[in-house]
């Protein structure tokens, strides 16, 4: 008889640890990057379309996606929702839509007289933001196994943010005016490429301030 509850309450216990351990792997923030991440073969297949209705859908994707970077975080830390698969799935979703919105103006040139004779206008800060992305993948991953105090140093600063800022405003307003040739601003297309511009350059610049303080740590 003892023996049976025993069991009983193993299995209880059991049962208990394995329904935390869902609802910790699928909480509100992690369904909300989930949708990101599903949203990107989406956003691809938009861009294709033509006429009015393809931009419309196409920059209507991205800024969900680019609210709701902000909003899972936001809801992960004000109702304790936070997850070590979220943590990780977060970057991979941010930097999944990012860099296919990149390539995917870059296949379309700028339809604008002004861009239009210089196709690589979009390529450099594209190369720079996906390279950095990359490079700083890498370099956490690589200071998460030499210790606590080197991963401090990779976590996100406020450089990284306006980045991401800029970043993001750049590519819907970029998105928004592809098709400005009839009968845009070209101004506003001329302000998206600055800002992206300025997004690669904070890029670059975060980046020289993550190993600068990589090579203080690692002199001590």
């Known amino acids: 008889m003892v023996a049976e509850m025993n069991v009983r309450e193993f299995s209880i216990s059991k049962n208990d640890r394995t329904s935390n351990s869902n609802s910790k792997f699928l909480t509100l923030p992690t369904i909300l990057t989930l949708g990101r991440v599903a949203a990107v073969p989406l956003l691809v297949a938009t861009f294709y379309m033509d006429g009015w209705r393809g931009t419309v859908v196409t920059t209507s994707i991205f800024t969900a996606a680019?609210?709701?970077?902000?909003?899972?975080?936001?809801?992960?830390?004000?109702?304790?929702?936070k997850s070590t698969f979220g943590a990780f799935l977060d970057p991979v979703a941010d930097k999944l839509m990012v860099s296919a919105t990149l390539v995917l103006l870059c296949t379309r040139p700028l339809e604008v007289a002004v861009f239009r004779q210089v196709p690589w206008l979009l390529i450099i800060p594209s190369i720079t933001i996906i390279g950095r992305e990359i490079t700083m993948s890498a370099l956490r991953e690589w200071?998460?196994?030499?210790?606590?105090?080197?991963?401090?140093?990779?976590?996100?600063?406020?450089?990284?943010?306006?980045?991401?800022?800029?970043?993001?405003?750049?590519?819907?307003?970029?998105?928004?005016?592809?098709?400005?040739?009839?009968?845009?601003?070209?101004?506003l297309v001329g302000s998206g490429v600055v800002l992206l511009y300025i997004s690669a350059g904070l890029a670059l610049w975060s980046f020289v301030v993550y190993m600068r303080e990589i090579c203080k740590v690692l002199r001590r």
């Open 143 to 187: 200071a998460a196994s030499q210790g606590s105090k080197l991963l401090e140093v990779v976590a996100v600063n406020n450089l990284g943010k306006w980045k991401t800022a800029s970043q993001m405003v750049a590519l819907i307003i970029l998105l928004a005016t592809r098709d400005c040739s009839r009968g845009g601003p070209a101004i």
């Open 66 to 81: 680019a609210v709701t970077d902000w909003l899972d975080g936001y809801i992960a830390r004000k109702m304790k929702m």
